[in-house]
């Protein structure tokens, strides 16, 4: 255990692996939001100039207060061995923004200003259900087994966080698969690289000298963007929000679950954080969430703030307190300068995301070694809902490129072909919150408390009766089947737990 002197340490040598992981995550979702902006139709001079400036410093102010929170808490505990909470853009928020706000609006109108500001619109309202998760977010995590909550941030690593930097790392081998192996060696293997360096920097410095030398890189791209550099600050305006409400309006139901599903991704990061040795509050940390969402959104930008999953990840790799602010000021700085168009020619992506397939192992692994034996058939379950919405993600993006969709396809015809279309949408529609449903409920189920089962069984009928879970569109009556079974199931589980108590009592023997 690293020694304590009465002085809480606001930077240690280790915490320069952890600022190069996190801020390389955060980069890497810089680039891709911006790439995801600019095909959509957001022009570049709103995209760089506006909209990632914000970005920016709500991730700074994020990083600002969860410094501050790991300081309260490394004093309180007279321990250098705290670490920050991480925390940046939420990931799959940065996709179905755009992809179900802003590129529906524009479509709609032609006017990406308006498609911004509906954005925005939308953007406010996911952060002020986000902010009310502060007032009983507490009490959720203590009746959420843990064994619910791990699996599920397992699910959203696997396939959100590892799955795709995986399939761009092998798509050039050269490049992906070389850093990838530094950072197996580095942070797995536990090897010390030359002059000390960090292992992250290793890795990208590296790929990025191999994409250059292979040609990958262009320099006459690089050149150009130098001329794209501009200095930028974001603007407060409660006008652009309020402009936005009425093209946000059709969209703004959506909010609901995904604020739902910020509030639920809040509560697990935090309990992964808890055990991998640090207590955070979860009202606090839901509080700096929240309130960073709606900064976002009142600055210009419409993608909330999360704390990340990897917490155990960053731990491991030697991160302490400084790497989240350094992170923020990191972030502020080339959003402010416009660097982000520069980066884009100068290091290959090829060469950052096996610094994610990392966080997705960990993760992964957390939940399997963090619960104990019995509850890993419950971890598996809380996989399958997110790999079902990373499968419809993925079929949806490859059917928009072929300028088509499911609808159009058509389901019968999809099933005909073997992929049951509609059973897919029914499993990842809510994935966070099918999956810690069917994980508690199996998690109880193996300690034998049908009772708590049977509870949570009535719960995924309210969320299904309003479309919250296993339905596309979100209003009342939505899923009157799948409520009803729900009910079924919860009447199924209440009938073993009378039985059980029977028994108890000197009844008769049901097992």
Same mark, same amino acid.
């Given at each position: ?22 801020? #390389? ?36 102010? =994020? ?6 929170? +790991? ?75 843990? =064994? ?14 590892? /799955? ?46 191999i994409g250059w030398a292979t040609g990958v890189m262009d320099l006459d791209a690089l050149v150009g963007s130098l001329n794209s550099i501009k200095f930028s600050v ?51 940390? /839901?509080?700096?969430d929240g309130s960073t969402s709606i900064l976002a959104s009142l600055m210009g930008s419409p993608f909330p703030t999360a704390v990340f999953i990897g917490h155990p990840?960053?731990?491991? +790799? ?5 790497? #989240? ?36 192992? %960990? ?50 015809? %999809? ?10 949408i029914a499993l990842s529609s809510g994935a966070i919150i099918i999956s810690m449903l069917w994980s508690s409920i199996l998690s109880f189920i193996i300690d034998r ?6 509870? #949570? ?6 969320? =299904? ?16 089947? #799948? ?29």
């Amino acid at each position: 255990m690293e020694s304590f002197n009465g002085h809480v340490k606001l930077w240690q040598k280790t915490d320069i692996d952890g600022f190069f992981g996190l801020f #390389t995550n955060n980069l890497t979702n810089l680039l891709v939001m911006a790439g995801l902006l600019i095909s959509t139709g957001i022009p570049a001079t709103l995209t760089f100039g506006s909209i990632l400036p914000a970005v920016g410093l709500s991730i700074f102010v =994020s990083s600002v207060i969860y410094t501050y929170m +790991a300081y309260r808490l490394a004093k309180k505990e007279k321990r250098n061995t705290v670490t920050a909470l991480p925390s940046g853009t939420s990931v799959p928020h940065m996709f179905l923004i755009v992809f179900l706000i802003i590129g529906p609006v524009y479509r709609a109108t032609g006017d990406p200003y308006l498609a911004w500001y509906a954005s925005l619109a939308w953007g406010f309202i996911e952060g002020i259900i986000e902010l009310s998760g502060s007032l009983f977010g507490a009490k959720i995590r203590k009746l959420i087994p843990r =064994s619910a909550m791990l699996g599920s941030l397992a699910g959203a690593s696997i396939t959100f966080i590892a /799955m795709s930097p995986a399939m761009q790392t092998f798509d050039l081998p050269y490049i992906g698969l070389i850093s990838f192996i530094i950072i197996l060696l580095g942070w797995f293997g536990k090897v010390k690289f030359p002059f000390h360096l960090p292992v992250g920097l290793v890795a990208i410095i590296v790929g990025t000298a191999i994409g250059w030398a292979t040609g990958v890189m262009d320099l006459d791209a690089l050149v150009g963007s130098l001329n794209s550099i501009k200095f930028s600050v974001p603007t407060f305006s409660i006008n652009r929000i309020v402009s936005g409400f009425s093209e946000a309006l059709p969209f703004i139901v959506s909010a609901i679950p995904l604020g739902i599903y910020n509030m639920l991704e809040t509560i697990d990061n935090v309990e992964s954080a808890e055990v991998a040795g640090d207590s955070y509050s979860t009202t606090k940390t /839901m509080l700096a969430d929240g309130s960073t969402s709606i900064l976002a959104s009142l600055m210009g930008s419409p993608f909330p703030t999360a704390v990340f999953i990897g917490h155990p990840g960053w731990k491991e +790799a030697g991160a302490r307190i400084g790497y #989240t602010l350094a992170t923020g000021i990191a972030v502020l700085m080339i959003t402010w300068l416009g660097l982000i168009s520069l980066l884009l020619t100068i290091i290959p992506l090829e060469a950052v995301l096996p610094i994610l397939i990392y966080i997705g192992l %960990m993760i992964g692994a957390q939940a399997f070694q963090e619960v104990d034996l019995k509850y890993a058939p419950a971890v598996i379950l809380a996989l399958i809902p997110w790999l079902a919405d990373w499968g419809k993600n993925i079929i949806g993006n490859a059917l928009n490129a072929a300028g088509t969709d499911a609808l159009t396809v058509g389901y019968e015809a %999809m099933e005909l072909a073997g992929l049951p279309y509609g059973g897919l949408i029914a499993l990842s529609s809510g994935a966070i919150i099918i999956s810690m449903l069917w994980s508690s409920i199996l998690s109880f189920i193996i300690d034998r408390n049908f009772h708590y089962a049977a509870i #949570t069984a009535l719960l995924g009928s309210i969320f =299904s009766f309003f479309g919250l879970i296993h339905y596309e569109a979100v209003g009342i009556g939505i899923g009157i089947e #799948t409520a009803v079974s729900y009910i079924i199931v919860s009447i199924i589980l209440g009938i073993f737990y009378k039985k059980i108590n029977k028994n108890k009592n000197g009844g008769i023997n049901y097992d």
